[in-house]
């Protein structure tokens, strides 16, 4: 059976530790990793669905460097490139938050993943990564959010190791599309499957509404169920009371998902466990994301 047992330690791309129960397993590569992964042997060599990988974590705001930060062991799926091609891959999303209301969603009520800053902010590197991308987007300061002054992009915060492994992948979002907003910048949504949707690629990404599993009753104005992607194996696995916050120093709080609540262009959609699931303003200091990422 399945067990929460396994954790990999990659320290950087020659130096990768397998441990079992606390003991060591193997002593590895972190290609040899994702080599298993590709090769989908990886379950099975490690005898495990939920295990957990360690990595070290420089905090963006403090600087602070933050050892051994557990990430979820989410899900083997088939996921989408760039170049149309697929393959196995393995979806992590970190166990945690190492912040509260730190990194803005949006400016202006803006809820498109597509546009919002956090998917910026995901995917930079270095300081000075945000741009404007309509003329409403303006970054400025709000209660438990910075600005751009030298705060380093998320990726700046990962080992160089991982970092080299991550591709843009294909991220479908349901929209909201205000039929009165005359900024040229902004594209409308794509038609698919009946619905209002942008495709990103993105090598840092939050889940989706459906791909936490959270249920929101008959809520006309909630996304559809399954069209943001399949349940990632990690919400699967848990209880339908499970409390999924993710908290650090004993400061709680509700995760942001990437969906929009459909009902304005103010509110996405916030998550406190897989029965609890509400929208909220995009400037929401009471909120963090968990960011997510592929190895493939």
Not at 9 to 16: F, H, L, M, V
Not at 50 to 63: R, S
Not at 220 to 231: H, I, L, Q, R
Request: net charge negative; charged share 20%.
């Amino acid at each position: 059976s399945c067990t929460k047992n396994i954790r990999i330690i990659a320290k950087n791309k020659a130096d990768c530790t397998i441990l079992k129960n606390g003991s060591v397993f193997e002593n590895t590569t972190f290609d040899d990793v994702v080599t298993s992964i590709q090769n989908e042997t990886a379950q099975s060599k490690y005898d495990c669905h939920n295990t957990q990988m360690l990595i070290d974590f420089v905090h963006p705001k403090t600087g602070a460097v933050i050892e051994n930060l557990p990430l979820n062991f989410c899900s083997f799926r088939t996921i989408t490139l760039a170049d149309g091609s697929t393959k196995k891959a393995l979806i992590l999303q970190f166990a945690r938050t190492l912040w509260k209301g730190f990194a803005p969603f949006g400016t202006n009520g803006f809820n498109r993943w597509k546009y919002s800053q956090l998917r910026k902010w995901l995917n930079a590197s270095g300081a000075n990564w945000f741009s404007s991308s309509y003329t409403a987007d303006i970054l400025s300061p709000h209660e438990g959010s910075y600005t751009d002054d030298g705060v380093k992009g998320f990726l700046s915060c990962l080992p160089p190791a991982l970092v080299e492994l991550l591709v843009p992948v294909k991220i479908v979002t349901q929209a909201f599309f205000d039929d009165y907003n005359e900024d040229t910048a902004i594209d409308d949504p794509d038609y698919i499957d009946g619905f209002d949707a942008d495709i990103t690629y993105d090598k840092v990404f939050i889940p989706s509404f459906s791909e936490m599993t959270v249920t929101a009753g008959s809520d006309e104005f909630f996304p559809d169920t399954v069209f943001e992607g399949a349940t990632w194996d990690y919400y699967s696995a848990l209880s339908s009371e499970a409390d999924i916050n993710r908290d650090i120093n004993g400061e709680a709080c509700s995760v942001v998902t990437r969906s929009a609540y459909l009902d304005g262009t103010a509110k996405i959609i916030y998550a406190d466990s897989l029965t609890h699931v509400a929208p909220g303003d995009v400037y929401s200091a009471n909120s963090a994301p968990a960011p997510a990422f592929v190895l493939c």
